[in-house]
């Protein structure tokens, strides 16, 4: 009799321990779908011919070829341009370890004409440089496309040669499917929303933020990684942003 009670309790209790892993699978399964960030590329991107990218010669660095492959900005590498519903958006670029100590940003209108420009410190170890655009910069236009771009600042120069990247940006309305569901406080839930809808900057700031709010959450760094990753900037997708 107690040996065919040993066997009932074993058989229970595999079949608890069975259940439980399958559910804990399920749960995971469930938590990584939640923490999905697709990004839905949105139609048109920067003006033919006047996007992309350009690096200058005069690069401060002990590692000038490679330097020159990963200085980049943060967006989209097909198009090169990305949305934004923030009348002043958060940018990014990565800077690989470089002797510069300044960088000059500037964002001009379609037509060339300067719409704001500052400069920026730097760190020399390299990283994901955040530039937030201040209240003094005038707002973006709705519907305007703006090109904006970094240029390090060789042995605290800016030169004709200097190391410069660029990028395109474009103020949209905040589409009606979104209304009432953005609010102040960062979230996931934030972030799948503006990249359903194709907002690029604003889907990254987000996710920055959260990043920035929990330096620890390691499926955050997953999340922000597989998001660089698929959109073509898989060579810097482990950089952290410098907030």
Same mark, same amino acid.
């Given at each position: 009799?107690?040996?065919?009670?040993?066997?009932?309790?074993?058989?229970?209790?595999?079949?608890?321990?069975?259940?439980?892993?399958?559910?804990?699978?399920?749960?995971?399964?469930?938590?990584?779908?939640?923490?999905?960030?697709?990004?839905?590329?949105?139609?048109?991107?920067?003006?033919? *011919?006047?996007?992309?990218?350009?690096?200058?010669?005069?690069?401060?660095?002990?590692?000038?070829?490679?330097?020159?492959?990963?200085?980049?900005?943060?967006?989209?590498?097909?198009?090169?341009?990305?949305?934004?519903?923030?009348?002043?958006?958060?940018?990014?670029?990565?800077?690989?370890?470089?002797?510069?100590?300044?960088?000059?940003?500037?964002?001009?209108?379609? #037509?060339?004409?300067?719409?704001?420009?500052?400069?920026?410190?730097?760190?020399?170890?390299?990283?994901?440089?955040?530039?937030?655009?201040?209240?003094?910069?005038?707002?973006?236009?709705?519907?305007?496309?703006?090109?904006?771009?970094?240029?390090?600042?060789?042995?605290?120069?800016?030169?004709?040669?200097?190391?410069?990247?660029?990028?395109?940006?474009?103020?949209?309305?905040?589409?009606?499917?979104?209304? *009432?569901?953005?609010?102040?406080?960062?979230?996931?839930?934030?972030?799948?929303?503006?990249?359903?809808?194709?907002?690029?900057?604003?889907?990254?700031?987000?996710?920055?933020?959260?990043?920035?709010?929990?330096? #620890?959450?390691?499926?955050?760094?997953?999340?922000?990684?597989?998001?660089?990753?698929?959109?073509?900037?898989?060579?810097?997708?482990?950089?952290?942003?410098?907030?």
């Amino acid at each position: 009799m107690k040996t065919s009670k040993a066997v009932k309790r074993n058989h229970i209790f595999s079949i608890v321990l069975i259940t439980s892993t399958f559910l804990l699978g399920v749960d995971r399964l469930l938590d990584r779908a939640a923490w999905a960030v697709p990004f839905n590329p949105p139609s048109g991107g920067a003006p033919k *011919g006047r996007g992309g990218a350009s690096r200058g010669d005069a690069v401060c660095s002990p590692d000038p070829e490679t330097f020159i492959q990963r200085f980049t900005a943060l967006a989209p590498s097909d198009s090169n341009y990305g949305l934004t519903v923030s009348q002043r958006p958060t940018l990014f670029a990565y800077i690989p370890p470089t002797s510069a100590q300044k960088a000059f940003f500037t964002i001009k209108e379609e #037509n060339g004409r300067v719409h704001h420009q500052m400069m920026l410190s730097i760190a020399s170890k390299g990283g994901i440089l955040r530039i937030n655009l201040p209240q003094s910069a005038p707002p973006l236009k709705l519907g305007q496309r703006y090109q904006w771009g970094i240029a390090l600042l060789c042995k605290g120069k800016l030169r004709p040669d200097s190391p410069f990247v660029s990028s395109w940006v474009q103020r949209v309305e905040l589409p009606t499917s979104l209304t *009432g569901k953005i609010s102040p406080s960062a979230s996931m839930e934030q972030v799948a929303l503006y990249g359903a809808n194709g907002i690029w900057y604003d889907m990254l700031a987000t996710l920055a933020e959260l990043k920035q709010q929990q330096p #620890n959450n390691s499926g955050l760094q997953s999340r922000w990684s597989e998001l660089l990753s698929s959109v073509g900037l898989g060579a810097i997708a482990q950089e952290t942003p410098d907030l």
